[in-house]
């Protein structure tokens, strides 16, 4: 039996494992064949980092790898725009993952979203499986155990090259699995304008058998007054019209209350915060990056949150839909909303899966 899940408290063990890396340089992760691209300094210094000027509407293979074997961690970075107009480049990127030949993804998002990081922007998330620093060191600790084949790629969907696209991704290759082994899986979607009185649908279309460990909101609010009553609803296993899981509310399952506000002179101030499990990393109605200084403050609020069911996995065995409801609060109590809602899905099942919807084009995943 293999530790898949490491922690501070196995660390002395044995763990009869090959560590691997893939990067610009070793594309391979080949024993032995790290750091040979030579550089002006000469031999093994430094000489081919990142991938360089990835076309527009190319995609390109990260990793390819002959199983079994667990991907540990994940590390990319990358510029966040092209030109002062381009500046959607996090969302331009799509990452897919493929397991064990199969020919529809298990993961596919916008690059930004995966880590936590909508609207095409940015952020500092310090959580257990994803962490982003200072400018955009993209971090993915989940445990991504596979028998066959691991398959990662970047479909450049931005309208100009990728100057430098910088990643390594550490694995280990191992004699065999266990058999009860399950398969990490991510997917993202968007609605831009939400239906009134109906769920938004985070995932859905899951069958098998599986635990459900995480979310990740990019909420963009289109009518004013408090926006967060919203209940998160898991049906499992044959859930039609009630689900078994039904939250309090959206700031309750993102682990804030009252608002995540304070009072600072009479004015109400946003309080981010990053934990372990879950955060609200993300706040902003203003554009950093866009290209004209007139229109800086036009944005609608912006906010990003994360929710990782790491010690509460929702566990499934035969089918799960996930959703949450878009519900507000104002002086005339609680009415239902219309806002602009993206999200990333993130669980583990048996394979096969089943196939995501389309993802939509690259104008439709843009920030307002």
């Given amino acids: 039996m293999y530790d898949l899940y490491g922690s501070l408290g196995n660390l002395a063990i044995l763990k009869n494992r090959k560590s691997r890396a893939i990067n610009a340089e070793n594309p391979t992760g080949e024993k032995g064949k790290g750091g040979m691209a030579s550089s002006n300094l000469g031999p093994s210094r430094k000489g081919s980092p990142c991938l360089k000027d990835i076309p527009s509407g190319e995609t390109v293979t990260l990793a390819d790898i002959e199983g079994p074997g667990i991907i540990n961690h994940i590390w990319i970075t990358v510029t966040n725009k092209t030109t002062e107009a381009d500046c959607f480049v996090l969302s331009d990127l799509i990452i897919r993952i493929y397991w064990d030949d199969e020919k529809t993804p298990s993961v596919e998002s916008p690059l ?15 959580s257990m499986p994803i962490v982003v620093v200072p400018n955009r060191g993209m971090n993915s600790y989940f445990q991504m155990p596979f028998n066959k084949r691991a398959r990662i790629t970047l479909e450049n969907q931005h309208p100009n090259p990728i100057p430098a696209f910088f990643y ?14 399950a398969y990490f899986h991510a997917q993202w979607r968007r609605e831009r304008v939400t239906t009134l009185g109906k769920d938004y649908v985070i995932l859905d279309n899951v069958k098998g ?8 909101i990019a909420l963009t609010t289109l009518e004013r007054y408090w926006w967060g009553e919203g209940e998160v609803k898991f049906y499992i296993d044959g859930d039609i019209e009630y689900p ?9 399952y993102f682990g804030g209350s009252w608002s995540f506000a304070k009072q600072i002179n009479g004015k109400t101030v946003e309080q981010n915060y990053s934990t372990s499990y879950l955060g609200y990393p993300y706040y902003s109605s203003h554009d950093d990056l866009v290209h004209n200084d007139y229109h800086k403050d036009d944005c609608l609020p912006m906010r990003g949150f994360y929710r990782w069911h790491i010690q509460d996995p929702i566990c499934f065995d035969e089918d799960l839909m996930v959703t949450i409801q878009q519900i507000g609060v104002g002086h005339g109590g609680l009415f239902e909303r219309q806002d602009d809602v993206a ?10 899966h089943s196939s995501f919807l389309p993802l939509v084009g690259r104008e439709g995943r843009r920030p307002r």
């Fill in 168 to 181: 390594q991704i550490d694995y280990c290759l191992v004699d065999n699995l266990p058999n009860d082994i």
């Fill in 112 to 126: 930004g979203d995966f880590f936590c990081c909508g609207f095409a922007r940015e952020c500092i998330v310090n």
């Fill in 244 to 252: 078994t899981i039904c939250g309090t509310g959206t700031e309750d």
């Fill in 343 to 352: 999200s990333v899905a993130y669980w583990y099942q048996t394979e096969p």
């Fill in 209 to 216: 058998k599986g635990h459900y460990i995480g979310t990740y």
